[in-house]
């Protein structure tokens, strides 16, 4: 019986009484319901307990895959996501997210396109995240991802298409009213700040406080209980390298380097970076 229709029964109150006399204050009817409720609601615990290291696991995966650029992998967990519950809002969520990573590893200077273009991955991750914002519309994890993947590079020149569309402004703007510290929220607006061009809305002088204080919502998270999502540390702290070293400001970018490989060792753009810089 399914946690769900555990519950529904023990409410309907249809377990068998057992023989003998009732205790004082309560039928056996009632009794038996009760228990069968506190069962019930323990299986239904333990599998969403079940459900979330599950998540988390392909989360994991989909992060090493990412990391290792590993379009192979990735392409997998595809596979895997897709045959997972339509009801549940982290399958598209996650859904989302590998075809954010794909379309991430298909752009000018990343890895293999495997198959697909950045455009074809974007589209796929904002169709993704329909499916999840359909099923619970104020989800801002959603919001947000949905919000990189209209700004995901473009095929032509590895630019980010301009968080200008109505549509992306919409979700940003209503992620950060739901969830203003979450830390992918503020690492997606930072993102928009930093990728754009002047002419375009962005600044990478406003990125740069915006990176800093979306370093410190990661640092504070990863202190806390772990939450799911719980992507997104490494990147802040490789942007935030990015923008510090486009500042001219070398030795703060080595540290912030230092804190994303730290987290993620295998992270291939980080090192890749971090090659540049000690090489000089």
Not at 17 to 39: E, I
Not at 188 to 215: F, H, I
Request: proline fraction near 5%; charged fraction near 25%.
């Amino acid at each position: 019986m399914q946690p769900r229709a555990a519950i529904h029964a023990a409410l309907l109150g249809r377990a068998p009484p057992p023989r003998g006399k009732p205790c004082s204050g309560g039928t056996w009817r009632g009794r038996g319901s009760l228990a069968l409720l506190a069962v019930a609601l323990a299986i239904a615990a333990t599998c969403a307990r079940a459900d979330e290291l599950a998540w988390r696991d392909i989360e994991s995966r989909i992060q090493y895959g990412y990391y290792t650029e590993d379009g192979a992998s990735l392409r997998k967990l595809e596979e895997l996501i897709a045959a997972g519950d339509a009801h549940d809002k982290l399958r598209g969520y996650y859904a989302g997210l590998v075809a954010w990573r794909r379309a991430l590893l298909a752009a000018p200077g990343g890895a293999a396109a495997q198959g697909g273009t950045p455009a074809h991955y974007s589209q796929r991750c904002v169709s993704e995240l329909d499916s999840s914002l359909a099923l619970e519309a104020d989800f801002a994890e959603a919001l947000a991802l949905r919000a990189a993947c209209l700004a995901a590079p473009l095929e032509v020149g590895g630019n980010y298409a301009p968080l200008s569309g109505h549509r992306a402004r919409k979700d940003l703007e209503r992620a950060r009213q739901l969830a203003a510290r979450n830390p992918r929220v503020l690492l997606v607006d930072a993102m928009s700040d930093y990728t754009l061009a002047p002419s375009q809305g962005g600044n990478k002088e406003r990125a740069l406080g915006k990176l800093r204080q979306t370093v410190a919502a990661f640092e504070a998270e990863r202190s806390d209980t772990e939450r799911l999502p719980g992507w997104g540390a490494a990147e802040a702290w490789l942007l935030l390298a990015q923008d510090l070293l486009d500042h001219g400001d070398t030795v703060a970018a080595r540290d912030a380097l230092e804190h994303a490989l730290l987290i993620a060792p295998e992270f291939a753009q980080a090192r890749r970076l971090m090659t540049k810089i000690t090489s000089g």
